[in-house]
């Protein structure tokens, strides 16, 4: 997947016209470099990096700036609003809302990341080597896609809650990769059949590499546009998957908090309370909102044709 | 193109089948329906326990295979066996799936429909200010669980009946219950209780939807054949309606069926929080209680769900597309 060319000399014709710097003929910039500038030019996207990565100094940074932890109670205090003492006002109990609400950010973006890490690489792996491989191979790795895309991820998760209940987070974090790789890989499969008969894998197959080795050196890289933005894009299917988990009991278990059990606990006072619910679920939209402009963004950048 | 249906609806009926296994099989052997007698005061005898297990085949004992052997026979006559507690998975599954359908077949209908027309609408106008409003409303749906956009009508609703004074929405419940009237005074109540509940789910699908469809028309109105249907002299609604919509509206047949997975997720959610006592608030109720027989059927229900919605949209690319009809 090269830059076409008439993008490079559209690039470079644009600048001819602004009086900038006279035309360099002999540099032409890189195809990171074009992504890069393609990506800045994008002011929504552009403006969702920038809140995501104050979302991220907010949820790690952000719990030193208060005297209080999200274990701590504060008993002289209970249900009251925002306030200097506690900025986004305190629970039933006296825990502070928003040291409650940075840990549940923590968690909820360690376990998209992870999640989407993990499962995009799965999906590239069993995508590739069912498309490369075709044959019984292709057959039985697909059937166990469309087996699992049968059940939907969640209540399969769901039914599987209780291996991981106190034991370590990690695990959910495998099981949530485990259900949500299908449609990525169906996408890779495709992919990797059109680049089968290409010529430099007919090349690199004559020279005597191995099917493996002709997929990570030559298939999965010619792919990495896709996966770079369907790993994006399913940061925020994760945390919409992992919040939602977690809102019925089925993911991170208490003590610990994520966004999804902060929300879960401030629903039925939404009303009434609006502060228990209010910080939590607005940062968790805004969270998938920057995420996904992101991820549109950089589809924009790395595969221009796609008309989106 | 019969036969190729009919293959499809045999090899839908074995996944079915096999998954509907394959939850049983997880769910037995991750849920405990035991612990369910273990914090009872005073604790019951040993015998007790192991006697009510073994009645409802739900004895962690009994090896796997065997309870699995004693449920797909049983299932085999669709019967899905007892909860815990011994009240029948069947009967509960008879009260609860009406609900469940209601629901979902009115948003399915009403959130595809809505979701395509909107989304061909942008795709007509793009660029000018209503594509950009839908794009930035949708785009922002899409990124709300369904779980926040819920709670965000609620609010509304509850703004709505303190502004108005009556109580024009209701969000618990799908009905008031011990309501005494006639045909009319119900069929209000139902609805003012269906409004926010299908909202939610409309709502989301229509965001979905509206955003895949203005991508697949926006492919296709820049192509030849609408540009000749408009200038052998076609009226530019019908060029639009009867060449390019038709068009762009296969790639969505297509995530139609992709979709319906998240579609039943989002339905949980709201049962949930509306406190509708449909399929979905069910399964977490079911899980929670360790109820093997009963999150293996809501996810049989599922399964069948979503393979007939892979049927549904092969049928729809069979109508929109004439070269399958041929080829197969």
């Known amino acids: ?308 | 193109m019969a036969k190729f249906l009919l293959r499809r609806l045999a090899s839908s009926i074995v996944l079915v089948a096999i998954a509907a296994s394959l939850a049983y099989v997880l769910a037995a052997a991750s849920l405990s329906p035991r612990s369910n007698f273990e914090g009872r005061n005073p604790p019951p005898p040993a015998a007790v326990v192991e006697r009510e297990l073994e009645a409802r085949n739900l004895n962690d004992r009994t090896p796997i295979i065997e309870r699995y052997g004693a449920w797909a026979t049983g299932l085999v006559r669709l019967d899905f066996g007892e909860s815990w507690d011994g009240t029948s998975v069947n009967a509960e599954m008879a009260r609860r799936i009406g609900v469940s359908l209601r629901l979902l077949i009115i948003a399915t209908i009403l959130g595809s429909v809505l979701g395509v027309l909107v989304g061909a609408w942008g795709a007509v106008r793009q660029h000018r200010f209503s594509d950009h409003a839908i794009t930035f409303a949708s785009f922002v749906i899409l990124s709300t669980p369904v779980f926040v956009l819920a709670v965000l009508l609620e609010i509304v609703a509850v703004g709505v009946n303190d502004a108005t004074g009556v109580s024009v929405f209701e969000y618990t419940g799908e009905f008031t219950p011990g309501l005494e009237g006639g045909f009319w005074t119900l069929a209000v109540d139902r609805l003012q209780h269906l409004v926010l509940p299908t909202l939610t789910l409309v709502l989301a699908q229509i965001a979905i939807f509206s955003r895949y469809q203005r991508n697949a028309m926006l492919d296709v109105l820049g192509s030849d054949f609408v540009r000749t249907a408009q200038a052998k002299g076609l009226r530019r609604r019908t060029a639009l309606l009867k060449h390019a919509l038709r068009t762009a509206l296969i790639p969505s047949a297509t995530f139609f069926a992709y979709n319906f997975g998240l579609l039943l997720i989002g339905a949980t959610f709201i049962e949930t929080i509306f406190g509708w006592h449909g399929m979905g608030e069910w399964f977490i109720e079911s899980v929670r209680r360790n109820d093997v027989n009963a999150v293996a059927a809501v996810s049989c229900f599922a399964a069948v769900l979503v393979l007939f919605a892979g049927l549904l949209s092969d049928l729809a690319y069979a109508v929109l597309d004439p070269r399958i009809r041929v080829g197969a």
Do not use: C
């Not at chain 1, 014709?13 to 910039?29: F, H, S």
């Not at chain 1, 991820?153 to 209780?162: E, M, N, R």
């Not at chain 1, 959910?172 to 495709?190: E, N, Q």
């Open chain 1, 1 to 308: 997947m090269s830059v076409p060319t008439e993008q490079v000399i559209g690039r470079l014709a644009d600048q001819r016209p602004g009086g900038g710097p006279p035309l360099d003929e002999t540099r032409v910039p890189s195809r990171w470099g074009v992504v890069l500038r393609r990506f800045l030019g994008r002011r929504l996207a552009l403006a969702g990096l920038v809140v995501l990565a104050g979302l991220f100094v907010l949820a790690f940074v952000g719990p030193y700036l208060t005297p209080w932890t999200y274990t701590d109670k504060d008993y002289a205090a209970f249900l009251s609003g925002p306030s200097a003492d506690h900025w986004f006002g305190t629970t039933q109990t006296g825990g502070d809302v928003y040291a409650l609400t940075v840990r549940g950010m923590q968690k909820s973006l360690i376990i998209g990341l992870l999640v989407a890490l993990f499962s995009t690489g799965l999906a590239a792996i069993v995508g590739s080597f069912a498309g490369y491989f075709g044959g019984w191979v292709d057959r039985t790795l697909m059937w166990m896609v469309e087996l699992l895309l049968v059940l939907p991820a969640f209540l399969l998760v769901a039914i599987l809650s209780p291996l991981f209940r106190g034991r370590t987070w990690l695990l959910f974090v495998v099981l949530l990769a485990a259900f949500l790789w299908m449609v990525t890989a169906r996408i890779v499969r495709g992919m990797t059949i059109s680049l089968r008969e290409r010529e430099y894998v007919l090349a690199a197959r004559y020279m005597g590499l191995s099917g493996p080795r002709i997929i990570f050196r030559h298939i999965l890289p010619n792919i990495s546009s896709l996966l770079i933005i369907d790993a994006t894009l399913n940061v925020s299917a994760a945390i919409i998957a992992e919040t939602g988990l977690s809102y019925f009991g089925f993911g991170v278990q208490p003590p610990d908090v994520s966004l999804g059990t902060l929300i879960a606990d401030g629903t039925t006072s939404a009303v009434t309370f609006p502060w228990l619910f209010g910080f939590a679920a607005g940062l968790l939209v805004l969270i998938v909102l920057s995420v996904n402009l992101v991820g549109d963004g950089l589809r924009d950048a790395l595969d221009p044709t796609s008309g989106a």
